[in-house]
């Protein structure tokens, strides 16, 4: 991955997406300086692994918190 993380032109969201540098001197993209992932063999727009052993948990954001204006 290169360079930071940004929502759409057309969209705003109530936190702030950054990265962190892991171990490797890869980057992890976060949320609010959280950590983002995705549950390995979840498809896309999936909460497969909500709730999982306690660590997994969807974002949870209500659809007037990510806006177009376009």
Not at 9 to 30: N, R, Y
Not at 38 to 65: C, D, M, R, Y
């Amino acid at each position: 991955m290169t360079g930071l993380p940004m929502a759409g032109p057309a969209d705003t969201l109530p936190g702030q997406l950054g990265t962190v540098s892991m171990s490797s001197g890869a980057k992890q993209i976060t949320y609010n300086g959280m950590p983002l992932y995705t549950f390995k063999g979840a498809k896309p727009l999936s909460t497969k692994g909500n709730g999982v052993e306690g660590k997994w948990h969807v974002i949870k954001l209500p659809g007037s918190a990510v806006t177009s204006t376009g």
